[in-house]
């Protein structure tokens, strides 16, 4: 939680937020309904379950044992606590030692990881490619459509590209012989992590309408697995962490979709801090209790 709060804060330091606006803010506006902001968490927990079965599956594919799901929750849970530090490779280290305690090959876990991510990447570029047409320089749209719908329906229609992939990884990985991923493999890793996201986004959507019930749900919903992809670019093109996808999320909530309120830019930081601390508090309720 103290990571959090830090995370936070630099995020707020580099979009230049002071205290002077936040003082500004009208607190009365923040208070949430507690009811739509608890069931929101509650559908955030099922999303990691998700995830983590998810996960469980491409394991499995891979060659790697049947993890049973209340096993594979709990080590995907702990692992991805690792996510607050910085670099997404103490998430992945962490959950191939936890796994290996399980009997899963190292190659075999960390591969199923990183296949993972990489296809949850995909859905949830596809989910919010809506919002990209407002915000991208006129043209990128076309070509990241391009690119999206092409790494979707290639690799569905040619499987033996993801059996390629997956055989090259844990091979290079040193693991032990792995089975061929079925034809289908690959199809229905990504139909798993397109129904994640869902639920993501919708857990993302109540919320933000706890705070406010005049807004729209796909746009806001869409919000969060846009501003997911984007936070991975702003590696690549900006000296910024990771930790801008928190306040990406507030980048497609503007007056001119959902009225002043979000136009706020104290708002918009409260709401980064309520995400993550729903998401963090998820979490450790999570490792503690399954």
Request: charged residues 10%.
């Amino acid at each position: 939680m103290v990571i959090t709060v830090l995370v936070t804060w630099f995020i707020i330091s580099r979009v230049g937020l002071d205290t002077a606006a936040l003082r500004e803010l009208n607190t009365d506006l923040l208070t949430p309904n507690f009811p739509l902001f608890v069931a929101s968490s509650l559908l955030l927990m099922i999303g990691y379950a998700i995830s983590a079965t998810n996960w469980a599956y491409i394991v499995n594919d891979l060659g790697g044992p049947q993890i049973p799901k209340a096993d594979a929750i709990r080590l995907f849970m702990i692992a991805n606590l690792g996510r607050y530090i910085p670099g997404k490779i103490w998430q992945i280290a962490g959950l191939t030692a936890l796994a290996k305690d399980r009997g899963v090959p190292p190659g075999t876990a960390v591969g199923a990881a990183v296949l993972g991510q990489g296809i949850a990447l995909v859905a949830a570029a596809g989910l919010g490619i809506g919002l990209y047409d407002v915000i991208l320089p006129p043209g990128y749209f076309g070509l990241i459509s391009i690119v999206l719908i092409g790494s979707v329906v290639f690799p569905s229609y040619d499987t033996s590209i993801v059996q390629s992939w997956a055989k090259l990884w844990l091979r290079f990985m040193g693991s032990q012989t792995i089975e061929t991923p079925s034809p289908t493999s690959g199809l229905r890793w990504l139909l798993l992590y397109f129904v994640n996201w869902i639920v993501y986004a919708l857990a993302f959507w109540m919320m933000v309408a706890s705070f406010d019930s005049d807004i729209s749900l796909i746009p806001v919903a869409a919000a969060f697995p846009a501003a997911y992809v984007l936070g991975y670019l702003m590696i690549f093109f900006t000296r910024w962490t990771r930790s801008t996808r928190g306040f990406l999320d507030c980048l497609f909530i503007t007056p001119s979709r959902f009225g002043t309120f979000w136009s706020h830019r104290g708002c918009c930081a409260s709401l980064d801090y309520a995400n993550r601390s729903g998401s963090s508090v998820c979490l450790l309720v999570s490792t503690h209790n399954i």
